[in-house]
């Protein structure tokens, strides 16, 4: 079964095919100004656009030919830079848009590579917890119930938020047990806190009494929250997901500044299944206030 936006990108597939032929025909007569008029820069501009948009459309739609064949006839517009163009040159760029309707003819009728798979249909992994606690059997039970609950789960015995680590990155969520040294607890959230990203990882403090005074503390010194023992887990279990759920509601924000429309529409349908917000700006003179009311996470250019 083909998940929605496969349907997508085949239609756009199809509609970048039957398009190009008229993006080849304008090569064409680019290239019978330049014939008429070697000095013509605007018509050497016009040419390099056209190679260009081969050179970054071909591979998209699984037809690296295509964008090797774009990429030789921009460097070849590159190559002449401002001199006058002669024949060989023009000689050059006929054989390589020639070369180039062959491909889009033979990918047409069912020839080419399809488009390669975007990854979205890659499984997220688990949320990861660490639980801080001196080994027996609450941190067993706690671990157990976790991992029951769908969250990868390890134990840390010493109150080292290094031990959380994996590959430099820290767990999304952290449960400490401040029943045995409740100051040494608090002083490990804090230093898990000033760590670079320490900000992001849900976390929790367990033991004490659960009185107000024990709750303050734990607020005070960073956790999200305190819970007493004997541990609800499913009250800690939908207390966790809440503020998981939360962290992870707005999309990542990508700025694309893309004057190609099925370049646009190719990213618009890649970024949207995999769960990012995509805006596209068409103008560059429109960038600064776009970044401005946007305010993305990133921002793709193509570069000419």
Do not use: N
Request: hydrophobic content about 45%; overall charge negative; aromatic content about 4%.
């Amino acid at each position: 079964m083909t998940a929605p936006w496969d349907d997508e990108l085949a239609a756009l597939r199809t509609i970048y095919l039957r398009e190009s032929g008229g993006r080849i025909d304008e090569l064409d007569r680019v290239l019978d100004r330049l014939e008429r008029d070697g000095s013509d820069a605007r018509a050497l501009q016009d040419l390099r656009r056209g190679f260009h948009g081969f050179a970054g459309s071909g591979t998209t739609y699984g037809m690296p030919a295509v964008t090797a064949l774009g990429l030789e006839g921009e460097r070849r517009c590159s190559a002449v830079g401002s001199g006058p163009v002669v024949a060989t040159d023009v000689k050059g760029w006929r054989e390589g848009v020639a070369a180039l309707r062959r491909e889009i003819a033979a990918a047409a009728q069912g020839g080419g590579a399809a488009p390669e798979e975007t990854g979205s249909d890659v499984e997220r992994p688990l949320p990861s917890v660490l639980v801080i606690q001196e080994e027996g059997a609450d941190r067993e039970a706690l671990v157990r119930a976790l991992g029951q609950e769908s969250f990868t789960v390890r134990a840390a015995a010493g109150l080292d938020p290094a031990a959380g680590m994996r590959g430099g990155r820290l767990p999304d969520a952290v449960v400490v047990d401040a029943a045995g040294d409740q100051a040494a607890a608090f002083a490990l959230v804090e230093r898990l806190r000033a760590q670079p990203a320490g900000d992001r990882p849900v976390v929790f403090v367990v033991g004490g009494h659960g009185g107000v005074l024990d709750r303050v503390e734990a607020i005070h010194c960073g956790a999200d929250g305190h819970f007493a023992k004997p541990i609800d887990v499913l009250v800690l279990v939908r207390r966790l997901r809440f503020l998981l759920d939360r962290e992870t509601a707005e999309p990542p924000r990508i700025l694309s500044v893309e004057d190609d429309p099925q370049q646009a529409a190719f990213l618009r349908t890649v970024l949207a299944s995999a769960g990012y917000e995509l805006r596209v700006v068409d103008d560059p003179a429109r960038l600064e206030s776009e970044l401005a009311a946007f305010r993305p996470d990133l921002v793709l250019m193509d570069v000419l």
